[in-house]
């Protein structure tokens, strides 16, 4: 399986990525820090809250990137579950009482003490250590590769999805904006085009996070 996310969002990780995932009849999973909506963050503009609604309409998942996008390393247990809540609440009272799934760790940071926190309040958690899940892998620090300008030329990504298919394994990307010109952490629309094609010519399932995880653990594979 391919599971596609986008954190922080930026207003293009919407509004060119989600034309590019209808096309191909795909579903993401969005990462929210509602802490930054409607603001800029590394120069860019955040997602309004009307972006939020339509993703959430059009079926794409909604998970959890704590209120204020921290490193779970700068926040104590408390704090961090404090955030999390906070983060909920926005959530819940925009979207209708939605209850995210899953987890993106801001920045990649797993604390350690963290986990147990994100353990009583997700299914799932995305970290950014490269790689396939297949296997044993942890829940709660899920591997995945960065669908960012930065990290892109150092993936052969027909290597990776071949060895997701012949593992019968799990392969999340993560990105941030989308455009012909991306920071550092983005990328270009025909790199999103790409790994959905090469990831459907070899007939693996693109699916969100949260449902990805489902069907992992109905194959009893963690």
């Known amino acids: 399986?391919?599971?596609?996310?986008?954190?922080?969002?930026?207003?293009?990780?919407?509004?060119?990525?989600?034309?590019?995932?209808?096309?191909?009849?795909?579903?993401?999973?969005?990462?929210?820090?509602?802490?930054l909506s409607g603001r800029r963050n590394l120069g860019l503009p955040q997602f309004t809250t009307?972006?939020?609604?339509?993703?959430?309409?059009?079926?794409?998942?909604?998970?959890?990137h704590t209120f204020e996008h921290v490193s779970t390393l700068a926040?104590?247990?408390?704090?961090?579950?404090?955030?999390?809540?906070?983060?909920?609440?926005?959530?819940?009272?925009r979207l209708d009482g939605y209850r995210m799934q899953t987890f993106a760790y801001p920045y990649g940071d797993c604390a350690l003490a963290a986990k147990k926190v994100i353990d009583a309040s997700f299914t799932c958690a995305r970290g950014t250590l490269d790689g396939v899940n297949a296997g044993r892998s942890d829940?709660?620090?899920?591997?995945?590769?960065?669908?960012e300008s930065r990290r892109l030329p150092s993936y052969d990504l027909e290597a990776l999805l071949a060895q997701t298919r012949a593992r019968r394994g799990w392969l999340i990307a993560y990105g941030h904006d989308v455009g012909d010109r991306p920071?550092?952490?983005?990328?270009r629309p025909l790199d999103l085009?790409?790994?959905?094609?090469?990831?459907?010519?070899?007939?693996?399932?693109?699916?969100?996070?949260?449902?990805?995880?489902?069907?992992?653990?109905?194959?009893?594979?963690?």
């Open 1 to 35: 399986m391919l599971s596609v996310s986008f954190d922080d969002i930026p207003v293009s990780a919407w509004t060119e990525a989600g034309p590019i995932l209808a096309e191909h009849g795909v579903k993401a999973t969005y990462y929210v820090a509602g802490g």
């Open 50 to 64: 009307e972006h939020l609604q339509a993703l959430c309409a059009a079926g794409h998942e909604v998970g959890c």
């Open 75 to 93: 926040l104590s247990p408390t704090d961090l579950r404090a955030s999390l809540e906070r983060n909920a609440a926005w959530i819940a009272d």
């Open 139 to 147: 829940r709660l620090n899920l591997r995945a590769i960065g669908l």
């Open 183 to 187: 920071t550092p952490y983005g990328c």
């Open 193 to 222: 085009n790409r790994l959905i094609t090469l990831a459907k010519a070899i007939d693996l399932d693109i699916l969100p996070v949260a449902a990805a995880w489902q069907r992992m653990v109905a194959r009893d594979q963690f």
